[in-house]
T-cell receptor
């Protein structure tokens, strides 16, 4: 089967750095994506890692270790607007399916 | 503007009354899919389509139907809705199978009483 696991909740203060982990178990791996979803809104794409290492996009970075079946999303200089749910996902690849983790709710406090 | 459009945004219906949620994308994407989102369960794929006239079941297809007669449209049909189909539904599209980014519609909040 295929599954992704991530923590259900994370709390941090404004200006801090937070890391959201994702471990996966999939048959056939093509890469790991991250999505952000504000309460009641549509998920929006943040990043994608196909190869090992760190990908940086502004305040957000994403890391992948294929040998460990592990990745994380790193959010720096946290702002109140970063309070949202964050999902890791395995893109369709050749299976035609997209599998999401259950999501991590990030609460940023003043 | 490139977008995925779902309608309606909110719907309250009664058990057994057939309904259709429409989804349309204007990006000429080949791949489209439907998800439902429930508290504690995350996003689960209902059906997907790799191209016109090609559809397949996702992880939770029971009670749903889809069709892909045109590239841009991918309606979700509930022939006989039941209360356990009360959920938040999202349509999404990607350029092709294997694309790294999916574009989501704004969601349809369905309540079946």
């Amino acid at each position: 089967g295929q599954s992704l696991e991530q923590p259900s909740e994370v709390t941090a203060v404004e200006g801090a750095i937070v890391q959201i982990n994702c471990t996966y178990q999939t048959s056939g791996f093509y890469g790991l994506s991250w999505y952000q979803q504000h309460d009641g809104g549509a998920p929006t794409f943040l990043s994608y890692n196909a190869l090992d290492g760190l990908e940086e996009t502004g305040r957000f970075s994403s890391f992948l270790s294929r040998s460990d079946s592990y990745g994380y999303l790193l959010l720096q200089e946290l702002q109140m607007k970063d309070s949202a749910s964050y999902f890791c996902a395995v893109p369709p690849g050749n299976t035609g399916k997209l599998i999401f983790g259950q999501g991590t709710t990030l609460q940023v406090k003043p | 503007e490139a977008q995925v459009t779902q309608n309606p945004r909110y719907l309250i219906t009664v058990t057994g009354k057939k309904l259709t949620v429409t989804c349309s994308q204007n990006m000429n994407h080949e791949y489209m899919s439907w998800y439902r989102q429930d508290p504690g369960l995350g996003l689960r794929q209902i059906y997907y389509s790799m191209n016109v006239e090609v559809t397949d079941k996702g992880d939770v297809p029971e009670g749903y139907k889809v069709s892909r007669k045109e590239k841009r449209n991918f309606p979700l049909i509930l022939e006989s809705p039941s209360p356990n189909q009360t959920s938040l539904y999202f349509c999404a599209s990607s350029p092709q199978v294997g694309a790294t980014e999916a574009f989501f519609g704004q969601g349809t909040r369905l309540t079946v009483v």
